[in-house]
């Protein structure tokens, strides 16, 4: 009997070993901590942690963990098991999808989530930033717009987050919230939704992109953690009347989703 005890503790610890995936650090901002034994210690950009870990947000803190094939996005103050969130991360995937495509409708009629990348234009599509004055005041933005769209198009996210935060850096009113929210739309489109969710919190909450701003953060607040934001934000929108057409039913719908956590 007693050996028949330790088999079964053996595999058992050999199911726990297998259970747990080394994660990557691929993006860390402000402060944050992974519990090791009774104390706390301070994760950067590029650590590897084990998916049984328990990390810890400061308020304003986010963090991103990758194992190759998932990611783990986290914008909200509080303690996390890992494991817990990459067994919801499949679930948070089917609900982000609707959203990020119909929201991604402003950025260019095509977007979707969907595309497949065209691996040809990655590395050579983003030209060398200019920062003299002289070449600023004569920015095209809406050709940079443009060639944004067009990596949206053809996949290339990450390429087309850096056309729009060009064009965010060069343009003024209506035309930089107009990039800024298509660069947080690719950024999120590319999997790199804390640094999306980082771009749309320092946005103005009115103006003529304050709805789709609002609805793209709760959508992505809900995909990582800060399901209170995402209430606070939806039920602000509703109170001023940001949202208009199918917009009401997405806000009502997102509404709706973070209020059952």
Known sequence: MKRFTVVLLIAFVAVVGLSAVPLTVSWADGKVDMQNGSAWKAVSMGD??????????????SVELSDGKRKVSLTAEGSYLLDNLLKKG???SRQNTGAMNKLGKLVDPQASVGSTTVAAVRGAAIEPAKESAEWQSDVDVSAIMDEG????????????????DEAAQAAEGVDKDAAVYSEAWALAAGDSQAKAV????????????AGPRALLLARLDIDSGANAEAKSVIQAGVSSKL????????????LDEASAE
Request: hydrophobic share 45%; no cysteine.
């Open 48 to 61: 590897e942690l084990d998916s049984a870990s328990t990390i810890r947000l400061a308020k304003g803190a």
């Open 90 to 92: 499949a679930v948070a």
């Open 149 to 164: 769209r067009k990596l949206v198009r053809a996949g290339d996210y990450s390429n087309a987050a850096l056309k729009f």
């Open 198 to 209: 980082k771009l749309l919190r320092s946005m103005p909450s009115s103006g003529n992109w």
């Open 243 to 254: 949202f208009v057409g199918d917009e009401v039913d997405l806000a009502n719908s997102m």
